[in-house]
């Protein structure tokens, strides 16, 4: 049995490396996997507590997420598609019309 | 003074409400219906309305004599504020009555006079539409005096007080876009409605004062109230009825505050002899006789109000000596027989200064009321006398200029009859109505104050002598210029009030005439303690003599020693050098407040205009401005646009408050 506590080193580690991508990358899609494995760097976390504690409700959560983080995608790759469009690019550093 | 309680006052009381009333629907219905109907209409209604008010005091007189105790008549509940309580309540008594008869009856032929007068003035001043602007202030000016007077409490009289104040304002300011450069009418309404707002300070004091240690301001409930403080803080109630004092000032036009009755004969004639002669300047004299019970518990009080009183009529009287205009000099004289009944309210003889009051609202208004006759002949005369010729000179013609006038008896007759009983009254000539109510002032200051008669008496002789110089320099001697040449006398609407007010002037004595005493025995009702009167045929002998010697002097100088015959001619009189610039300058008492009031009070205005408000205010908001400006650009760098550096943020942010939740809790 492998310890908890190496999942969770594990979660951390592909928090930061999502964090990391967001932070850094350029690419539009990029950035939105690095979200993604953020999203899923937390899911395991939920999961590995779940086993831990044998809370269920935390594999709800987990469920809750996975809905949520589906959604979201939809959403995200819609606009993306829009971006893409009218400037025919997903430079995340070109989207800085919001600015005072 | 016991209150009657509600189930108890006589119906016949009941009706005291509608003497305010009646004025109040005659304002409304000209605000209404008086563009639309025309001048007649607009006359004919504020006329009728001061009538039926007349009407209502009268059916109060008639009530009064089989119940000569009177009675409060509430109306309203106004202010209730814990324990203390104010009421719109009218107080009907002998004092209060006698008050109202004179403001409305004396108001009723002004009125009637107005109706004929104002017709010609506003086509003079060509603006005709006002003509019903003057009936509505003249009828709200009627409402606001008979607040005043028919009032139970000092707040509901202070309403009226400020209510008569602001009549005043609007009818001296009438004509605010005429005058000297343009200006000059509107500065002298502002003129009396600030020199009234010093006064009223004091009256407020006053009131405050009341409130603080009666806890009421109903007549009843001070006047009750009053000996207890009396005995406890005298120096209280000397405080209150100094600061009272001080509003008897500013309305009545007493020394220090009396600056702006002559100047507030920029309005109407019908206006100086309504507001500014005959009734709201009495207020003052009203309010210390109504207040009897205060002033008598404070001897030193009576003292200042008594010398207050006989100054100004002194001082006064001096002024008026070296005027030239018509109605300046009639106003001066009003500042000095409102010194006499100030006096005579000081000296505790408020029957007296009550009867020179009546006498004094019937010779004066009959006077100002002729004097805006001749006024108006000049005016028609001089427009005459031009019609045909190049009109050079045209504009700097004064038609009140007494130097522009003379020989006006033999072409306006009645107007000059009217006029020399006004002033043989005014003069106090038996047995006109001046001279039994002068003398009863003269004879209570012989009494205890032999400084005061003096003073008074000499007054006596100076007014014979301006009334005599004016009589002369207006209706006597040679014409001296073509207006007065071709003036001619006013119609009926104009000379009848004349008429009525030169019967009322001539037999006005009767009211109290020495041994029925009619006046005395109808207030003694109301002011507890009064002296009785008598009459004394020296102290008679003596005034009479004095004013027949101002009046022969006059007449000596003016029209025998030195005859005017041109208006351009100096004043006899200017051979007194100093003595007569003094007079003819007003003793520069304007100029002396200008400089030690106004100029330092404008020096003021402008430090904390220009460095204080402009300097330190506008900076404080002015640098809030910038420094929120500034921080906005400065903050501006942060919304760059660029998403990374938002998500850095966000990311920071929860580092840093979980860092927060995980190591400092």
Request: hydrophobic residues 55%.
């Amino acid at each position: 049995m492998v310890p908890a506590s190496y999942y969770l080193i594990l979660s951390v580690v592909l928090f930061v490396l999502g964090a990391l991508g967001v932070l850094l990358r350029r690419n539009a899609l990029v950035v939105f996997m690095s979200l993604e494995m953020m999203f899923n760097a937390s899911n395991l976390a939920f999961i590995t507590f779940a086993r831990m504690y044998n809370a269920l409700s935390a594999q709800v959560v987990v469920f809750f997420v996975m809905t949520v983080a589906a959604a979201e995608v939809a959403i995200g790759l819609a606009l993306m598609v829009e971006i893409f469009r009218s400037k025919r690019s997903v430079d995340i550093d070109q989207m800085n019309t919001l600015k005072g | 003074m016991p209150l009657s309680t509600a189930n108890e006052i006589l119906p016949a009381f009941q009706a005291v409400p509608w003497v305010v009333f009646f004025p109040l629907i005659g304002l409304i219905l000209n605000l209404l219906f008086g563009k639309r109907f025309g001048e007649k209409f607009s006359g004919a209604v504020a006329s009728l309305a001061t009538l039926a008010s007349f009407g209502v005091a009268l059916s109060l007189f008639f009530a009064l004599q089989a119940h000569p105790e009177g009675a409060s008549v509430p109306f309203l509940q106004w202010i209730q504020v814990g324990d203390f309580v104010v009421n719109w309540a009218f107080r009907v008594d002998t004092l209060s009555v006698t008050m109202m008869l004179v403001v409305s009856g004396v108001g009723l032929l002004i009125h009637i006079y107005a109706t004929g007068y104002m017709h010609e003035d506003v086509r003079h001043n060509g603006d005709p539409g006002r003509y019903r602007r003057f009936f509505v202030y003249f009828n709200l000016f009627i409402a606001m005096m008979m607040i005043l007077v028919s009032a139970d409490n000092y707040l509901m009289l202070f309403v009226g007080w400020e209510g008569v104040g602001l009549c005043s304002y609007l009818l001296i300011g009438f004509w605010f876009e005429k005058g000297k450069d343009g200006i000059a009418n509107a500065q002298a309404a502002k003129k009396a409605f600030i020199v009234n707002r010093v006064g009223d300070f004091g009256l407020l004091i006053a009131l405050f004062l009341m409130f603080q240690h009666f806890g009421t301001l109903e007549f009843a409930g001070v006047f009750e109230q009053a000996p207890v403080l009396a005995a406890a803080t005298p120096g209280v109630l000397l405080a209150m009825t100094l600061f009272m004092l001080l509003g008897v000032t500013g309305k009545s036009a007493q020394i220090p505050l009396y600056v702006w009755l002559p100047d507030a004969m920029a309005g109407p004639t019908p206006v100086s002899a309504l507001i500014h002669a005959a009734t709201m300047v009495t207020a003052g004299v009203y309010l210390v006789v109504r207040s009897t019970p205060l002033y008598s518990l404070v001897p030193e009080a009576q003292t200042v109000v008594m010398w207050v009183g006989a100054l100004t009529a002194f001082f006064a009287a001096t002024i008026a000596i070296a005027q030239f205009d018509i109605k300046r000099v009639l106003a001066y004289s009003t500042i000095s027989q409102l010194g006499f009944m100030v006096a005579a309210a000081g000296m505790g003889a408020g029957v007296a200064a009550m009867f020179h009051l009546t006498t004094h609202a019937f010779f004066k208004a009959l006077l100002f009321l002729a004097a805006g006759s001749v006024i108006l002949g000049i005016e028609a005369g001089h427009a005459r006398a031009h019609a045909h010729t190049d009109e050079h000179g045209h504009d700097d013609f004064d038609p009140q200029d007494m130097r522009n006038m003379g020989g006006l008896k033999d072409r306006m007759p009645l107007t000059f009859w009217v006029y020399l009983i006004g002033a043989l009254a005014l003069s106090g000539i038996a047995p006109l109505s001046g001279f039994f109510s002068k003398d009863e002032i003269l004879h209570a200051a012989e009494k205890d104050h032999l400084a005061i008669f003096w003073i008074l008496l000499i007054t006596a002789f100076l007014t014979a002598f301006y009334m005599g110089r004016q009589l002369v320099m207006v209706f006597g001697g040679t014409v001296r210029t073509r207006a007065a040449g071709a003036a001619r006398e006013n119609s009926a609407i104009i000379t009848l009030p004349l008429v009525g007010l030169a019967i009322l002037s001539a037999l006005g004595g009767l009211l109290n005439f020495p041994g029925s005493w009619g006046l005395e025995h109808w207030l003694e009702h109301t002011l507890e303690g009064i002296q009785p009167s008598e009459f004394a045929p020296l102290t008679a002998l003596i005034s009479v003599l004095v004013a027949l010697g101002g009046l022969g002097l006059a007449y000596a100088i003016y029209a025998v020693i030195q005859p005017l015959t041109d208006y351009r001619q100096p004043d006899p009189l200017t051979r007194l050098g100093v003595l007569w610039r003094g007079m003819a300058n007003k003793w520069k008492v304007d100029e002396l407040y200008h400089a030690i009031i106004v100029r330092p009070y404008e020096a003021l205005a402008h430090f904390l205009a220009s460095p204080v408000d402009q300097g330190v205010i506008d900076a404080v908001s002015g640098g809030l401005a910038w420094l929120s400006v500034r921080a906005g650009e400065g903050l501006r760098v942060v919304q760059n646009g660029i998403l990374r550096s938002y998500a850095l943020l966000i990311v920071l942010g929860v580092a840093a408050i979980l860092s927060y939740l995980i190591w400092m809790r």
